[in-house]
């Protein structure tokens, strides 16, 4: 099992980045994907959700509006595309996959945010 995170760096306020999250080595469209993410000193936090068929999402509300999370089946790939960044949304962004009580983490990407 491999989930492979991509696109994080760093970007000024106000920027936008795009992360993708590729996988393999089970069923990505039976699997709920979700983006967390972690700043040192804090918990990990939920970002952003997607139902396994893409026709459900969720958000948390501090990325409401900015954040857009979307999956490829196709391509075994999850997507959360990131507009508007504040320096708050500074984190190691993690992919996640959950069915039932089957876990599987990504190893994570660093996103800066800073001037």
């Known amino acids: 099992v491999q989930l492979v995170e991509s696109g994080g760096g760093l970007v000024q306020p106000g920027g936008s980045l795009r992360l993708s999250c590729a996988v393999s080595?089970?069923?990505?469209?039976?699997?709920?994907m979700s983006w967390y993410r972690q700043d040192p000193g804090k918990e990990r936090e939920r970002v952003a959700t997607?139902?396994?068929?893409?026709?459900?999402?969720a958000y948390v509300d501090s990325v409401k509006g900015r954040f857009t999370i979307s999956r490829d089946n196709a391509k075994n790939t999850v997507y959360l595309q990131m507009n508007s960044l504040k320096p708050e949304d500074t984190a190691v962004y993690y992919c996640?996959?959950?069915?039932?009580?089957?876990?599987?983490w990504g190893q994570g990407t660093q996103v800066t945010v800073s001037s």
């Open positions: 997607i139902a396994s068929t893409g026709d459900s999402t």
């Open positions: 080595g089970f069923t990505f469209s039976s699997y709920v």
């Open positions: 996640n996959a959950v069915r039932g009580g089957i876990y599987y």
